[in-house]
């Protein structure tokens, strides 16, 4: 009984700890006028605090719960027109989400070509999405999976971090300052609780038909098509908001754990430098959608950064760009990564097959 209620005393300081943390760092954010403080801030901490040896025992329940929240956040703001955007623009959007895949599989192939790292890690850490696929593929075929998870969710964090710096050099401010955020708002509790339903409805509905990445995309999806029918109103306070992007933010950070970054440490710089290569290599096919096609800049890094995509709408929907067309990209990237990604890399791997890799 007394090692139990140690394990709660030590659990509950971590939690306190995490928290209050992810306040500071995110009010520091806020104050400099950063772009999504409120998901950075947690995200930051959660590294700081998983790095350091902490173990915050992370719930499952509300995680998903704040991927419906950002999802119903994104279909606010996203009219039902945005399936004529992409069916006007298809060329664009096809060439986009094409180059994307073709660039991070060839950065992956070239990688396993030059032995930078051990066996296939490399194609699968490169993978642009699927992070939970490439990680269970790559073990199946002898891929380090640990380096592999590392290689996908530090790029997640790359993405967010770099986009919002990308952002704040463009001169684009949040669409929300510190003095101007009312944290406690009157709140139309009819309108919050349809939110909240779908919220949570849409990822229990995602886990039955096992929807990947379903959580964030079904009820946004519903959202845009019941909010455009005014079968719903979309409400969402600041507070579940800002909890909403807690959650999202920690789910990334308290992975980087003090074993993983051990594990990891070897092939860091390799690790650093293909995801950043990756990233440059994204922002390249951005800087070509704004020359050929006169797309505003940070709409088009935003729409063709390589993972995090409700990462990427939370700093989407707290600036000054067009969020449908983000997100049409990025929604169309995402399902076509889960498609694609996985066949085209295990048909790679398969080709590229060292001594210590196994098949299935």
């Not at 992370?58 to 999802?71: C, I, R, Y």
């Not at 959007?93 to 032995?115: D, H, I, P, Y």
């Not at 463009?170 to 509790?189: N, R, S």
């Not at 979309?234 to 807690?246: F, G």
Request: glycine share 8%; charged share 10%; with cysteine.
């Amino acid at each position: 009984m007394p090692s139990r209620l140690t394990s709660r005393l030590a659990s509950a300081f971590q939690w306190g700890v995490l928290i209050a943390l992810s306040a500071a760092i995110a009010a520091f954010l806020l104050w400099i006028h950063a772009p999504a403080a409120l998901m950075l801030g947690p995200l930051i901490a959660g590294i700081v605090v998983a790095s350091s040896g902490g173990k915050v025992a992370f719930p499952l329940p509300p995680f998903v719960l704040a991927q419906g929240v950002v999802g119903c956040l994104i279909a606010s703001m996203v009219p039902l027109s945005i399936v004529d955007d992409v069916l006007r623009h298809w060329l664009l959007f096809g060439a986009g989400v094409v180059l994307v895949v073709v660039v991070s599989s060839l950065l992956g192939w070239l990688m396993t070509r030059w032995q930078m790292m051990p066996g296939t890690t490399a194609l699968w850490g490169t993978s642009a999405g699927a992070a939970s696929v490439m990680t269970i593929m790559a073990e199946h075929y002898g891929a380090d999976p640990r380096l592999v998870a590392f290689m996908q969710y530090l790029r997640v964090v790359l993405v967010a971090v770099i986009a919002a710096i990308v952002a704040r050099l463009f001169g684009v401010t949040p669409v929300h300052v510190p003095h101007d955020i009312v944290w406690f708002p009157t709140v139309a509790w009819l309108p919050l609780a349809e939110t909240l339903a779908l919220a949570i409805v849409g990822p229990i509905i995602a886990r039955r038909l096992r929807i990947p990445a379903g959580a964030f995309l079904v009820p946004l999806v519903l959202g845009i098509v019941l909010s455009h029918f005014g079968l719903i109103r979309i409400e969402l306070p600041t507070w579940l908001l800002a909890a909403s992007y807690a959650f999202v933010g920690w789910n990334v950070g308290l992975r980087f754990t003090r074993p993983l970054l051990i594990h990891a440490l070897k092939a860091l710089p390799v690790i650093f430098g293909a995801t950043l290569t990756l990233i440059a290599l994204c922002g390249a096919i951005a800087a070509a959608m704004v020359w050929l096609a006169g797309v505003d800049p940070l709409t088009a890094y935003l729409a063709t950064s390589p993972g995090g995509s409700d990462s990427i709408a939370i700093i989407a929907a707290s600036t000054n760009v067009d969020v449908s067309f983000v997100m049409a990209m990025q929604t169309v990237r995402m399902i076509a990564v889960l498609f694609l990604a996985p066949v085209l890399t295990k048909f790679i791997a398969e080709r590229l097959r060292y001594p210590n890799d196994r098949p299935p």
